[in-house]
């Protein structure tokens, strides 16, 4: 009975100190997470803090330069951790943030756009708009309410613009292989595991001399669809020096506050209020229409007489781009495509650009090495007349909001991992994230 009574107790004692290692392991485990995590999270502030700060310069840094300003923050060491901030450059990892910018915003695409999109069917490009849109009418090949509450776990389509790429797979006739090819998680990068996937035909990826600026680099086939096309990036957005821009077609925009910002002389800066007011232009009717005609046109429709009014000069063009909109643009829209950060090959998706435009946006775009501060900038590039700029107005930029990552925190004692997928946009002031998913 001693005997017996030992080994029951010897084995209620190996009980007690197993489960108690397991505890302690999981203890471990669960501390270990939460420092790798904090890691991480210090990463996703270190980007915010260093794009809050450049936001609110009066001589911001280019599109390039900025890009090249955030990676400088990609690595940090905190006690016992460490984050890493990256992202996928044709298929290869960079350090720093992306420009959301870069791709074409799938919610401001045309029917052509996407139809000179890879391996895309006119019922599919069709059916992208369809769900995309706010009515309920069906283009020919498209479809609309009834097909997707037909189904056997019935919803409706979004009819507003899609929050990202991955909800184009809810998409009538959307192919997932074709939206994702070898990338399965989205994240840029194709990883051996990915590669080892998609098969051996996989993996060709474009040789890529900037991480920051488009020029040298391709966008990769083996990215699919979501390696042109992007639903992140927003429009709208803040002025030079972080303050929010002038609406010119309020009625409480001041003559005074145009002049101020822009150097216009009171007369230019009444005609483009009064223009503005009508409600029937454009920022990019002020680059196609010179302002002596802008000032005919305000005479001749009955309201105040403009005589002798000078036409804007290239530095007061640009600083009514910098300062001033037309609208509220304090709502989320559609970004535009980013003409210094896009991919050399990424203008060819954009229906409204002819290939000779193209070629001398990406020829000037190079020319100052990314860095192109005003859209208006472009006139300087031979073969975009003053008619197709104020057009391309609608879809181009030169500057972005929103900045997407991966971020990586690592403890440092037992090797434990979170990695995050995040998005962060400057549109506003604080700096705020969009999303943050954990991988």
Not at 122 to 143: T, V
Not at 211 to 232: D, F, K, Q, V, Y
Request: include cysteine; proline fraction near 4%; aromatic fraction near 4%.
């Amino acid at each position: 009975m001693v005997v017996w009574a030992v080994g029951i107790v010897t084995l209620i004692l190996v009980a007690i100190q197993a489960s108690s290692q397991a505890q302690a392991v999981a203890g471990r485990e669960s501390v270990a997470r939460v420092r790798a995590s904090w890691a991480a999270r210090a990463g996703i502030e270190a980007v915010i803090a260093r794009l809050q700060s450049e936001t609110k310069q009066a001589t911001p840094l280019g599109a390039s330069s900025l890009l090249a300003s955030l990676a400088s923050v990609s690595e940090g060491t905190l006690s016992d951790a460490r984050y890493e901030v990256w992202h996928g450059d044709a298929g290869e990892r960079a350090p720093g943030p992306a420009d959301a910018h870069a791709k074409l915003n799938v919610n401001l695409a045309t029917d052509a756009d996407l139809m000179l999109i890879p391996n895309m069917t006119e019922d599919a490009a069709q059916s992208i708009l369809d769900f995309i849109d706010a009515d309920d009418e069906i283009q020919d090949a498209g479809a609309e309410r009834e097909t997707y509450t037909g189904k056997a776990i019935p919803f409706v389509p979004r009819n507003g613009p899609v929050r990202n790429i991955a909800e184009l797979e809810l998409v009538e006739g959307v192919d997932r292989q074709f939206l994702r090819e070898a990338d399965e998680n989205l994240d840029g990068v194709l990883d051996p595991l990915e590669l080892a996937v998609a098969g051996p035909t996989s993996g060709s990826t474009p040789s890529a001399t900037s991480t920051t600026s488009g020029g040298g680099r391709s966008i990769n086939p083996e990215l699919g669809w979501a390696g042109i096309l992007t639903a992140s990036s927003t429009g709208g957005g803040l002025a030079v020096g972080g303050e929010p821009k002038l609406d010119l077609s309020s009625s409480d925009t001041q003559s005074s506050e145009l002049t101020r910002l822009t150097g216009m002389e009171t007369t230019q800066a009444d005609v483009v209020l009064a223009m503005a007011l009508t409600g029937t232009i454009t920022m990019g009717d002020f680059i196609r229409t010179d302002l002596t005609t802008m000032a005919q046109q305000v005479s001749q429709t009955g309201g105040r007489q403009f005589r002798n009014v000078r036409n804007l000069d290239r530095t007061q063009l640009v600083a009514l781009f910098d300062y001033a909109g037309i609208g509220d643009e304090s709502g989320v829209s559609p970004g535009k495509l980013n003409i210094n950060t896009c991919p050399d090959d990424a203008l060819k998706y954009v229906s409204a650009i002819d290939p000779f435009a193209a070629d001398a946006i990406r020829v000037y775009r190079d020319q100052q090495r990314g860095d192109v501060a005003s859209i208006v900038e472009l006139l300087d590039a031979g073969g975009v007349s003053r008619t197709a700029l104020a057009d391309l107005t609608k879809i181009l930029d030169v500057r972005s909001n929103v900045f997407v990552f991966s971020v990586t925190g690592r403890d440092e004692n037992t090797g434990m991992v979170v990695e995050m997928q995040v998005e962060v946009d400057r549109s506003t002031l604080p700096v705020k994230i969009n999303a943050i998913r954990i991988r």
